[in-house]
Structures are given as C-alpha cells and as structure tokens.
C-alpha cells in the first residue's frame, strides 16, 4: 500500500484493528451522543502512542513526521473516529511547533504526547475565517500578563479541550495565545453541527490570564504553516473516508440484486463506482505526496497542501453522496451510516474555507 | 538504491555525458516569445516527418550499440538483462538530457509488439526480428483494430486462411499508428469463423512490404493524418510468422495491450505539458485580461488542481515500481485523468479566447490552442474508451460482476453485427 515501505503498512494495520475494536459503528454513534470516549483516548495514547507519534522526541514524542501521521489519519477517517485527535495532535500541536517558542513547547507538548492533555486552536470568529488578518478578539497587556477579550467560534473540541491556542490581536497584529480550561472569564459553549462525529464550540473570553506563544504579532505567518500542514492532515482524513465510501459502494453493488442480477453488472452503476475509484486513487496520492513533501521540507509543500485540500475535499464530498445513491433508499435512513459519512465529507470540506478561498489559497501559493 | 542500480546510473550517465547535451534550463517563459504552437498530434510536414526519423532511428542505434536499447531484454536478443526498474531509471536519467524523440519506435513497437514477440514468437522470428527492432532497423504497427471492432476487438472480421505450409489474409485495419514508417505489423485474424469469438484469432507477424498490403493514410477531425488504414488483400504470411497458437491470438493480444496502457498512462511531458503549466496559463490570462476574473480563476485553480494530482498519482506509481510493489490502478486512473485534465484545459483556454479561438486574428499564442482544442476527442477514446476504462477499473479493481448477456460461447459467424438486418 504504502510506497513498498513495511513499517507503514504495520503501522496502519495496528491502528485499523485498534479501531475496528474501539470504533465500531455503535461506538461511533454513541459519541455522536455524549462526546469522546476518554478510555479509547487514553489506550490511543498508550499503547498505540498515538498522540505524540509525530512530535519531536524531546518534547516527549516518538519523531515520526507527516507520512506517518497520515497513515493514522486516513484510517480515523474512515471509521470515522470521534475523538479530539485532529484539534490536539494536529491543530494545536503544530501551531506550537510552529510558533517556535521552545519555552512553550516544553511545557505543553510532553502532555499532549503522553495524552495527559487535549488541546485545540481557537482561530475563526464568527465570520468563518481562518485568516488571522480577519481577527477582532483582542489580547490586552496588563501588569499580571495578557488577558484575552472577544468570540471564537467553529472550535473544534472547545468545549472539551484542557488547551486552548488562541489567535488574538494585539497591537502588533495578531498573535497567538495559551489559555487553560479552567481559566477565569471563559465560557465555552458547544454549537449544532452539521457533523455530530466533530464537535465544535463557541467560546467567550472575558478577560481571560492567556500566556503570549511565540512573538508578538507573529500569528500571521505562523498560521499559513499551520493551515497548511493542518489541510494534508484533514485530507488524509477525507481520503480514508472516501476510500470507505467506495468499498460500502462496491460491496453493496456486488450484493444487492434487482431485475435478477447484481446492480453492480449494470454499467450505469459500475461508472459511478469506477469515478469514486478514481477520486479515491488520487485524493490518496495528493495526501501522501504533500505528507511526503512535508517531511522532506520541499519548497512544493504548500502547492501540494493546497492541491491534496482540494482534491480530497471534492474526492469525499462526491464519494460520501454517490455512496447513498449506490446504496438508494436504504442508504437514505438514519440507521444507515451512509450518512454520517456524508455529513464528515462536507463538514471537512468546508471546516476551513471551503470552495470560496481554497482555490485562491492555491493560486496564491502558486504565486499567481 | 541497491548497489547495481547504483553502478547501473554511474554507467548510464557516462553514456549520456558522452553521447548527448543536458537538456538547458528551459528559459522563462516570455508571453508572445517562441513557438506559440500547442500540439498533441504530430502533423510536420513530410521533410521535416523524415529528419526526425533518422534522428530517432539514430539515437536507438545508438542507445542499442551501448547497452540501454533494451534495458530488460534478455541476452540473447540483444537484451541487457536487467529489470524493469533499471529501466525505469534509466528512462528518468535520459529526461534530463536533450536527445531525439523515439515515440515513433518505441511506443507500439519497442513497447508493445517486442515483448509480445520475445513471449510468443517462434525461435526464428525472435532471432531476426527483435535484434533489428530494439537497433532501431525495423520498425513495428499494431494491426488490430478494424471498421467493425473497436472497443469489441475480439469481433475483428479480417481473415487468416491456411494454405501450403502459409496463411493468406484479407480485411480492413484502421487507426494504424506509424504503418507508414513500419517494417512489420502485427496482425489480429480471424482463423475460426465457427469458434467462439475470442477463440477463433490468430496472430500474424505481417512484412509490410509484402504484396497486398495497402497503407492509406487516414485524415482525423483536427485536419492532420496521424493514423493509416491498412488494406490487406490476398497477403502470403509464412506459418512461422504465426505468433502463439493457431487460434490462440487472443491470449498474444492480451500480452500487447497490457503493455500498451503502461504506455500511453506514462505520457506528462512534451510540450501539451508545457502549455499546460501554471506560468503559461496565467501569463494567458494576463494577455486577454481575465487576470482578475474571479470565475476563470476558480476554473483555473481547479484545472490546476486536476494536472497537479494526475502528477502526483503518477509519481507515487514510479516510486511503488521502484521500490518493487505490484503496480495497482494508478496507470488506467492516470489514463482517464489525462484525457479528462487535456479536454478541461482545452475548453479553459477557450473561455478565456474567447472569440479568439473561432477565427485566427494573427496574435501570438491565440488561434494556435485550437489545434490542441480538436485534437482532445481523440483523447477519451484511443488506447480504450473512457467507457471500457471505467469498466475494466469496476470489474478487475473492484470485483464488480460483468455485463450480463455478452455472448462469448455461440460461434462468431452466428452474431449479430452492425448493419445486419434480422
């Protein structure tokens, strides 16, 4: 499967198994309900050393890099996995490493290696936008330290998260910050999402104690990085849970009989599988190149961010609705999980930006 | 990299170094500058046709005489032994260099017809033919699809008749690619009217230059002549000419299109590529003003996305072939997108025109597209049809059952075929 390389092949068929144990459909609806399962995140960590797979041995990680991490995304994608995974691991844990701030590195990063912590990023407001020159949450400096003011919305696992990295502005322009749950002044308040596989929350600072991470006014920068690198991880993600859609498609199709054979012979229903196939076959490609890519620190990641976050938001997203077609009215009822999967593909889809500023994200770090 | 391959590419750039320039550092690309043509189809005039021949054939020669004309032949035919990886990275080292295009030998006939020789020719054709093939001397054309079978190609109706110790052939062939240059053909015959379909073809070693056969040139929608018909009347073929079994052609067929869509799925560079590279396209829109047009640039993002994950896909695969894993789908996936990525480009390129694309105004890098723009149909149905792609991707790759009532048990004289009244 994997470029020949073995480890990568063993690494997937440990975190599939874990999974098929510990995610099973029913538990996949049960968090839908009442949130993560701490156990399951707890074991994650332990015994699969998941949550610090890819950080830095120093910070108390095994140094694994994006391919690796990819591997373990793709396959939480497709069993769709609730868990605070992406917003700790990814999210949060890359804008640290990213900001760069060593100080800041050391004191939260072995927590979240060892699943002691969960941890989010707190960018976009209630317009939606994950450009941090769109920001109006104000960071203040006073005689006690920084204190954050304002409205995060669309935070994933905010209202769960031990950790908050808030993108605030302050007279510099916008940075970003370390705020603790417990914090006085912080009121988190979980949103309706369309999506109830990935929880996301409102939350309101009132003068919230937050401690600067990285340089002041830095956020800027910081955050195409961690855009970035966040958009391969959630198109592994969508990989995976494309490359579902198509086995429950090709399954169906090569089982369900109607005029007496398997709708799987008719060609109408064959070339709808065949088109999934071949989005399936190059959101992966796009999601490992741009991983590899990263790894390697090629000058082409950020084209190759870009390109996997489109390829794979439309791979899901068309796979996730033909998977229901496929599937016809069965596949159209609550109890069929055709549709928690169409719910994840256009929730990541859209998660940051969507259509709307994805293609410019990509002409631009194309230069044009 | 193992140790060999190691000394295999120390060797090969040697050879390279002492035989051809590195390719220059192509120069920026300048909007009004250079040749503003974009071409998928070859089309030069007969002079220029001829020039470019020699050259290829020269370069094989020359390939051949220091052991990387046929990388992975075997020995005794003038093979060097080696795997397909050396060939694989030998193929990548070359692409550095400037040396004469080889498609017109290489594609059909060092590609597809010589390894179906080497698997079913008979002793005496693979000593005389395949040395001369891979030297550049004789050059190979697929005589395979007919008016009557296209994507049916197991319903061929030309006719292979035994007689003293030979065989006499009579039919249509269409869409011969390089007949007009070839020495040999292979050709699909019917030998068994009263046998199932695909159980009633013979292959044939044809000599192109025997009496009655007619190459004719064939003149496609964009204007130009790319492919032949090939007329066979009454053409002698020696039974040692035969390759496999009498009436065991299909079976010869499926070895020469396995290596046809590694073929054609490999096909990223060359100057469509070029056309189709972001600084070429933006630098387009520049020149008609569309620079800001928040509709063509979303088109342009997602056609760029398109060319940009066809690239990856391809890149993933030579990696996996490197590192010795079975290919999967990714050549018919990389198939169907560069047709799918060349047509969108095509159709872009004409939004942005405008007008300018329906009638020639004599500005640079304007009407010029419209060659490329009637050559994309082309793309969606040679080497396969996107129909059948998308079939064979359903039913190898994802074990969808096959189309019900295709009749492949009654004998073939007994079809129905187009035209037929009932």
């Given at each position: 499967m994997n470029d020949g390389r073995e480890e990568l092949d063993d690494l997937r068929e440990a975190v599939r198994e874990f999974l098929a144990a510990k995610s099973p459909e029913s538990a996949v609806r049960a968090a839908s309900q009442a949130g993560y399962d701490p156990a399951v995140w707890d074991q994650m960590a332990r015994q699969l050393r998941l949550s610090g797979l890819a950080l830095p041995g120093h910070y108390g990680g095994d140094g694994f890099g994006l391919t690796e991490l990819e591997v373990v995304l793709e396959e939480m994608g497709a069993a769709l996995l609730c868990s605070p995974f992406f917003a700790t691991a990814v999210l949060a844990a890359q804008a640290l490493l990213a900001s760069a701030d060593e100080a800041a590195c050391a004191r939260y990063l072995p927590g979240i290696a060892a699943g002691q912590v969960t941890a989010t990023l707190a960018a976009a407001e209630a317009n939606a936008s994950w450009d941090p020159a769109m920001v109006t949450a104000r960071a203040e400096r006073t005689p006690d330290g920084w204190v954050l003011t304002g409205k995060k919305s669309f935070v994933l696992d905010g209202a769960t998260a031990d950790l908050l990295l808030v993108v605030a502005r302050s007279t510099a322009g916008p940075g970003l910050f370390a705020v603790d749950r417990g914090a006085p002044g912080l009121r988190a308040e979980p949103m309706t999402t369309l999506d109830p596989t990935r929880p996301m929350a409102v939350l309101t600072f009132d003068r919230v104690p937050a401690v600067l991470v990285g340089a002041e006014g830095q956020a800027g920068r910081l955050m195409t990085r961690v855009l970035d690198l966040a958009c391969v991880a959630l198109a592994a993600e969508q990989a995976g849970g494309a490359r579902r859609c198509l086995e429950m498609s090709a399954g169906y199709a090569r089982t369900r009989y109607q005029f007496g054979r398997p709708i799987g012979a008719f060609q109408a229903v064959k070339h709808k599988c065949a088109d999934m196939l071949v989005r399936v076959e190059l959101a992966e490609a796009t999601a490992r190149e741009a991983a590899r890519l990263a790894d390697e620190g090629a000058p082409d990641f950020p084209v190759a961010a870009a390109t996997a976050h489109i390829t794979c938001s439309q791979a899901y997203t068309f796979a996730a609705a033909e998977n229901i077609q496929v599937h016809g009215g069965i596949g159209f009822t609550w109890e069929h999980t055709a549709h928690l999967y169409f719910r994840r593909a256009k929730s990541s889809e859209l998660l940051f930006g969507g259509p709307a500023v994805c293609h410019e994200r990509l002409l631009d770090r194309l230069g044009i | 990299m193992p140790d060999d391959l190691q000394e295999f590419t120390r060797q090969a750039r040697e050879f390279l170094d002492a035989h051809a320039s590195r390719a220059a550092e192509r120069a920026a690309f300048r909007w009004g500058e250079g040749d503003d043509r974009v071409a998928y189809f070859g089309a030069d005039p007969p002079e220029v046709e001829e020039r470019k021949l020699r050259a290829a054939r020269d370069w094989q020669r020359t390939r051949y005489t220091s052991g990387f004309g046929w990388i992975s032949g075997p020995p005794e035919y003038g093979g060097r032994g080696l795997t397909p990886v050396h060939e694989l990275v030998y193929d990548g080292i070359e692409s550095e260099y400037d040396i004469p295009d080889t498609g017109t030998l290489s594609v059909i006939g060092l590609g597809m017809i010589g390894p179906t020789i080497l698997a079913h020719g008979q002793q005496s054709v693979r000593d005389s033919y395949l040395p001369a093939m891979y030297r550049g001397d004789v050059i190979a054309c697929q005589l395979f699809s007919e008016p009557e079978a296209g994507s049916d190609l197991a319903s061929?109706?030309?006719?292979?008749?035994?007689?003293?110790?030979?065989?006499?052939?009579?039919?249509?062939?269409?869409?011969?690619?390089?007949?007009?240059?070839?020495?040999?053909?292979?050709?699909?015959?019917?030998?068994?009217?009263?046998?199932?379909?695909?159980?009633?073809?013979?292959?044939?070693?044809?000599?192109?230059?025997?009496?009655?056969?007619?190459?004719?040139?064939?003149?496609?929608?964009?204007?130009?002549?790319?492919?032949?018909?090939?007329?066979?009347?009454?053409?002698?073929?020696?039974?040692?000419?035969?390759?496999?079994e009498v009436n065991g052609g299909w079976r010869v067929a499926l070895t020469t299109l396995m290596n046809e869509r590694a073929a054609v799925g490999s096909e990223g560079s060359g100057p469509v590529a070029e056309a189709l590279s972001p600084e070429r396209l933006s630098a387009l829109m520049r020149a008609t003003w569309t620079w800001d047009d928040r509709a063509v640039r979303r088109d342009l993002s997602e056609l760029l996305a398109g060319v940009m994950a066809t690239a990856h896909l391809n890149a993933r695969a030579f990696r996996r072939m490197q590192a010795g894993v079975a290919p999967g789908p990714e050549m018919s996936v990389a198939k169907l997108m560069y047709a799918q990525n060349l047509t969108r480009a095509a159709h872009f390129v004409s939004h942005v025109l405008g007008p300018r694309i329906i009638a020639d105004t004599g500005e640079w890098g304007t009407y010029a597209w419209a060659e490329l723009l009637l050559a994309t149909p082309a793309l969606r149905i040679l080497g396969g049809t996107e129909e059948i792609m998308k079939n064979i991707l359903a039913e190898r790759v994802l074990g969808l059952p096959r189309e019900p009532g295709i009749d492949t048990t009654s004998p073939f004289r007994e079809l129905p075929r187009s035209g037929a009244t009932s």
């Open positions: - | 061929l109706q030309t006719r292979a008749v035994a007689r003293e110790g030979s065989w006499i052939l009579d039919g249509q062939k269409v869409w011969t690619s390089v007949a007009q240059h070839s020495q040999i053909g292979m050709a699909l015959c019917r030998t068994d009217p009263d046998a199932p379909k695909h159980r009633g073809i013979t292959a044939f070693l044809v000599d192109m230059s025997s009496p009655g056969v007619d190459v004719r040139p064939l003149r496609q929608m964009s204007g130009g002549s790319d492919f032949n018909e090939v007329f066979l009347t009454g053409v002698r073929v020696p039974d040692d000419h035969r390759l496999g």
